[in-house]
């Protein structure tokens, strides 16, 4: 997706006088990095323009992941609640878009290696916890593996219980169940097809709701998907 398709302002879901959430459009870097050198355009910078104020990323998404964002407003609030992601005190909600019909429901307790970019041999493994539910099955009349006519896949919501870095798609490709438009844990041939049958390219990876428990009780935070989920969200449940 073009970076001058982000020179707009960023759609604010919440602001107070700790931590300021956005909705993050898919394709659009956190902060730079040096495996997208090419990319000047990321999430913080243009926050950082709209507010006239520093921020701080408080987690991360990957760049093809849309939904809620968080910022800290200062230095005790990306303290507090950097601890609070780090300890599991925040609880996330993704829509995801995957290969197959998974069960109803389930738990993928899988450990991971710490870094998903480097060969997982040698590297330790930490726990991994993923929470997951089926909420819709599609059977689409285009062919990916010559043994079968049409192709499956599922709209599924997953709650990751620890934050390791890619951990739903790596916990989905874990299962046989690998996110569609995952260019890294994903299938190619499904990537493409899927593609062509909705007219999107993207990672089918929306992060649709924070809850983070504050002083003054819950504070819920939810970013409405783009319209490309429309097909998806309108069919029947499973």
């Keep these: 997706m073009p970076t001058e398709n982000f020179r707009l302002s960023l759609r604010v879901l919440h602001c107070d006088n700790s931590v ?16 997208d050198a090419h ?3 990321t999430a913080v910078e243009l926050l950082r323009a709209q507010l006239g104020e520093r921020v701080a990323p408080i987690h991360r998404l990957d ?48 450990p991971l290696a710490r870094d998903p970019e480097l060969p997982s041999a040698g590297q330790p493994r930490l726990e991994a916890v993923t929470r997951f539910e089926r909420l819709a099955c599609f059977e689409w009349p285009f062919s990916v593996d010559a043994r079968h006519a049409t192709s499956r896949y599922a709209l599924v919501a997953a709650e990751p219980v620890t934050g390791r870095r890619h951990q739903i798609r790596r916990h989905f490709k874990h299962i046989a169940h690998p996110l569609v438009g995952d260019a890294t844990h994903g299938k190619g041939p499904h990537n493409r097809a899927v593609a062509q049958w909705l007219g999107v390219t993207r990672l089918w990876l929306h992060a649709q709701r924070l809850e983070l428990q504050t002083a003054d009780g819950p504070l819920v935070i939810t970013a409405e998907c783009g319209a490309e989920w429309a097909p998806l969200l309108e069919s029947p449940a499973p």
């Design 20 to 35: 300021v959430a956005i909705d993050k459009p898919p394709g659009l870097l956190v902060h730079a990095s040096a495996l």
């Design 39 to 41: 990319e000047n355009v």
């Design 63 to 110: 760049k093809g992941t849309s939904g809620v964002l968080l910022f800290a407003r200062h230095a005790d609030a990306a303290r507090e609640w950097g601890l609070a992601f780090e300890q599991g005190r925040v609880r996330k909600r993704y829509l995801a878009l995957v290969r197959g019909w998974p069960q109803q429901a389930g738990v993928i307790d899988q």
